[in-house]
């Protein structure tokens, strides 16, 4: 009777080890989806929430305004701001990835993507670059940055030097261009590539994007989300932030009191 016993505890402690040193998603999000909340967490309502970006039990949030723009690290349990660095009044802050020890982080209008010491926040260095800045999210599996200026195209970046190394246009599931890309996300799948996760601006839908293609492979209805008594002062959807080792992510939007904890869903479910 001990050798099914010992294979028993070899099976559990082998479960525990995968759980606790998390997997990517299996499977990449498709068709048509909607959100399933499973949580509601405190956010500061006077961050207007560019990027969004989870490591290591930390989130990084990138807001923007001229005269508001920060850098900042926040608890994912419970919302608080743990440390927070404010840019110069004239930039206008934008998405940000974390790419090993570095945070990037773009502006808006002002052409000027800065590197910052994940760390500490400060800032290492800055590089110019054409364009608005909308979106950003690091690929690992490529170790290239994706970018997001508004338009219907996304531009690959060199991690180190931020130089634009090829893009890629994006198309939905009409063969039509789809502008106002927004906040990204790269979400790991079981094959070690990544899918883009990306707000739509003002609108309350996510889609998922085949970096490789171009094509939306999954729109995600997040309509309803933020309830009407928490929508005074609020502005549109924006944010994601995917929690390792699960099909989970945190999703929030600029000047939101709350951010969600959620799972994207069949309408079925």
Known sequence: MRAPLVVAIILLLAGCSAASTGNPPTTRPSGTLKVDVLRSIPHDPEAFTQG????DGVLYEGTGLEGK????????????????????????????????DTIWQ???????AIKRDRTTLAEKGRVDYDGEGWGLCHDPGADRLIMSDGSDHLTFRDVDTFRAEGGV???????DPLLNINELECVPDQDGHVYVLAN????????GIDPASGRVTTTIDLSGLLPEKDQAGADVLNGIAHIPGTEEFLVTGKL????FRVRF???GS
């Open 169 to 175: 246009d994006v198309r939905d599931e009409h063969g």
């Open 200 to 207: 739509v601006w003002q609108t309350d839908e996510i889609v």
């Open 69 to 100: 723009s920060s850098i900042r690290t926040v608890d994912p349990d419970t919302g608080a701001v743990r440390k927070k660095v404010d840019l110069p009044a004239d930039l206008f802050g934008e998405g940000i990835t974390v790419a090993g």
């Open 52 to 55: 969004f970006e989870l490591v």
């Open 256 to 259: 939101w009191p709350k951010m």
């Open 265 to 267: 869903v069949t309408s």
């Open 106 to 112: 773009i502006t808006w209008q002002n052409g000027i």
